[in-house]
Nanobody
Framework: VQLQASGGGLVQAGGSLRLSCAAS????????MGWFRQAPGKEREFVTT????????SYANSVKGRFTISRDNAKNMVYLQMNSLKLEDTAVYYC???????????????WGQGTQVTVSS
């Protein structure tokens, strides 16, 4: 499965962005999907995950109530709606596919190339 993330950019604090992740080359609906991020000088961290059918979602405490993950299996897409963005949300965001909707990056098999999100004051 190949994953391609897009939708990043520069946004002011308090603004919104919607990231997309397009999957190809496999049966997308078989996989849980997650979003992770990595800020400069920091380790990669879990953001959110969604089960294969969307029935289970989980969020990092830092984004809960502001970010929403969703998926469209018919289009092989997963989305991350990010609202009320903060300076500390600045990072490269990666989508990932795995067997279970877990918060552990090592459990994901497939990774996209990342898209930069920069939040300015």
């Amino acid at each position: 499965v190949q994953l391609q993330a897009s939708g990043g950019g520069l946004v002011q604090a308090g603004g919104s962005l919607r990231l997309s992740c397009a999957a190809s080359g496999g049966t997308f609906s078989n996989y849980a999907m997650g979003w992770f991020r990595q800020a400069p000088g920091k380790e990669r961290e879990f953001v959110t995950t969604i089960s294969w059918n969307g029935g289970i979602t989980s969020y990092a405490n830092s984004v809960k109530g502001r970010f929403t993950i969703s998926r469209d299996n018919a289009k092989n897409m997963v989305y991350l709606q990010m609202n009320s963005l903060k300076l500390e949300d600045t990072a490269v965001y990666y989508c990932a596919g795995g067997n279970y909707p877990l918060a552990i990056g090592s459990q994901y098999v497939y990774w996209g190339q990342g898209t930069q999100v920069t939040v300015s004051s």
